[in-house]
């Protein structure tokens, strides 16, 4: 028998192949590998610490106290997505936001939770959040002392934010190395024009409403006296109102309150830059405490240690909400609540945003769910997008239209756009500082012949008539142009004032006399005939529920997006107490791998802004600091 003959060897360039296809061969096996036994792990963590994670949610022990940390933005909703959240946590960090309701809800759980003693309120990290949403914040810490518990505040510095929300504590404790520092209100912007001027580019702009200054920064280098005017009058109706309530508070008289504050530095030579006794001199804070000073009055007054026999027995908010039940009923017929915040844009939009096709979606399913009865919308928008608006509106007047009544509840601001998407609501409730109004419209056309000039380019050609290229960013606007542009924001104007007058009951003229893109607080504008009645977001949902005759225990729940299988994961786990024992374990994550999901940042005025087309607006820059 004739042996086989040898395998040849592969030489050359086919033995380079085959080499490089075992070696592919075996770094994807090593890769599976890694990935399938490093997810099997992270499940069976998940899993284990899960199982006992629901264990620690019933183990809120009794003489606790419920520790109101509060770092970050309070938002209506959150724009962090799950993934984000739950990282961050894992990586040691806490999401920089704080969601109002979970926040209300949490406080108002804890005065009837028999394990809760008391709050202990930490206002130091709170940034962002209007004066209407800290108001029922402040009126949830209210209602919580109505129940005969305590609320301690305590804080390093704060600002008249923080402060505004801190002034409900039976007790306020600052750090002797603190303050507090009250300033009152200013709203400040900057102006481009002159940098436009030096880049060559031609702002236009287009609107109707003497007030309306949104867009005052693209074309002059100052605030208008107009806009100072209307500005003034609102900023200082917010201020009186911050002055009332605080100085109520904290027992002082309103015009000694206002006067420490304006004479800031003659008071401060008193106490040689003090800050911490200056606040005991004026009576805005009750004394002074380290934090080691701090848990040891919490123990002396009875709270117990914690399970290390350290510090004293607390709950974070975080932990205390994810150990309650689920309070949304989606099963029982009743009020559905959609939130609207941010700017409003065209399109889809993530949480955080509207959008006009994403929000107007929304409150169509909510619409079309026969457990909704009642479809409250809660309003926090300085505007943005015309025609976004406008398919908010429309889709709440369809349901009107449908027989569910529908109420809104304004948020810190339910401006321009905001109000648009408002306005045709049965009934509009809105806290006094909220603020609203602001009922103009504004287009903006830059052209850039000049920028293209300097650069050594120009443009030239021809068209088939006088109005073709007419839109061409590269020549200069065409007067014929600017007259049209002008006619549709006329329309505009005439559309958004005639649409309030027919929602309000009123007549075109009363309607326009307090528009012209005039900013008012919600008290202001309770007495102008803008909105019905002064409340918060729990006055609107009862007064949705009569509407709808609904009765006693009838379901609260929110309509939002519907979440993806790995979100929807993320979103459970990011809530539950497994990730604080996770914690607990040691398990944590490098803080770097919080910042991998990139965040997107709120879409801006000029964000979707469209080269070669007029683009129209309801906003409203009215954010004072």
């Known amino acids: 028998m004739t042996p086989p003959p040898p395998l040849r060897r592969r030489r050359g360039f086919g033995a380079f192949l085959a080499a490089l296809g075992r070696g592919i061969n075996v770094i994807r096996l090593v890769i599976i590998n890694v990935v399938f036994f490093g997810v099997l792990f992270v499940l069976l963590l998940v899993l284990t610490a899960g199982i006992a994670g629901n264990r620690m949610q019933r183990s809120v022990q009794d003489h606790s106290v419920l520790v109101l940390k509060l770092d970050g933005q309070l938002v209506e909703q959150f724009s962090i997505d799950p993934m984000q959240r739950t990282l961050a946590r894992l990586s040691g960090e806490d999401p920089r936001q704080v969601q109002l309701r979970d926040l209300v809800g949490a406080i108002d759980a804890a005065a009837t939770d028999p394990r809760i003693t008391r709050i202990l309120l930490l206002p130091d990290g709170l940034q962002g959040g209007g004066f209407a949403a800290l108001r029922e914040v402040g009126a949830a810490l209210d209602r919580f002392r109505a129940a005969g518990k305590p609320v301690i ?87 009186d109102r911050y002055l009332d309530e605080v100085a109520a508070l904290r027992k002082i008289a309103p015009a000694t309150l206002r006067d420490d504050i304006d004479q800031l530095p003659q008071h401060i030579a008193s106490t040689q830059g003090d800050l911490a006794q200056l606040a005991l001199n004026q009576h805005l804070a009750d004394g002074t405490a380290t934090r080691a000073e701090l848990v040891a009055m919490l123990r002396k007054q009875g709270v117990p240690a914690d399970r290390k026999g350290h510090g004293f027995r607390q709950v974070s908010l975080s932990r205390y909400v994810a150990a309650q039940p689920d309070r949304e009923d989606g099963r029982t017929p009743g009020v559905t609540i959609v939130v609207a915040e941010g700017e409003i844009s065209g399109g889809k939009q993530s949480p955080g945003a509207i959008g006009g096709e994403s929000t107007a979606a929304l409150v169509r399913a909510a619409r079309e769910d026969s457990k909704t009865k009642a479809l409250v919308l809660r309003v926090n928008s300085p505007g943005g997008e015309v025609y976004a608006a406008e398919q908010i509106r429309r889709e709440v007047a369809l349901t009107r239209a449908a027989g569910i009544p529908v109420v809104v509840s304004m948020g810190d601001v339910a401006a321009s756009g905001g109000y648009w998407i408002s306005m045709n609501a049965n009934r509009i409730f809105a806290e006094p500082n909220t603020i609203t109004g602001s009922i103009g419209i504004f287009g903006l056309f830059y052209t850039v012949p000049g920028t293209l000039a300097r650069l050594g380019v120009q443009s030239d050609g021809v068209a088939t008539g006088p109005m073709a290229g007419a839109f061409d960013i590269t020549r200069p606007l065409d007067p014929k142009v600017g007259a049209v542009i002008q006619a549709i924001i006329d329309k505009g104007y005439r559309d958004f004032v005639g649409k309030v007058a027919s929602a309000r009951g009123q007549s075109y003229a009363a309607i326009d006399a307090i528009a012209q893109g005039r900013v008012w607080t919600g008290e202001q504008a309770l007495q102008r005939g803008l909105v019905d009645q002064l409340g918060g977001l729990k006055d609107a949902v009862a007064d949705a529920a009569a509407r709808a005759k609904l009765g006693k225990g009838y379901g609260v729940r929110y309509q939002e997006t519907p979440l993806g299988g790995i979100e929807r994961f993320m979103l459970g786990f990011s809530q539950n107490a497994a990730v604080h024992l996770l914690q607990g374990w040691g398990v944590q994550l490098p803080r770097w791998f919080a910042r991998v999901p990139a965040m997107t940042a709120p879409l801006r005025l000029l964000r979707n802004a469209q080269a070669g087309k007029p683009n129209v607006y309801a906003d409203c820059f009215c954010a004072p600091r």
Do not use: C
């Open 153 to 239: 505040a305590w804080a390093v510095n704060l600002d008249q934010g923080q402060y505004y929300l801190a002034a409900h504590a039976d007790r306020l404790l600052i750090d002797p190395q603190g303050g507090v520092l009250l300033t009152g209100l200013a709203n400040y912007r900057l102006f481009y024009k002159d940098l436009l001027d030096k880049l060559g580019v031609d702002v236009h702009l287009f609107r109707v409403g003497e007030f309306k200054s949104a867009a005052e920064p693209f074309i002059l280098d100052h605030a208008s006296p107009e806009a100072k005017a209307a500005d003034s009058y609102w900023m200082n109706g917010l201020w």
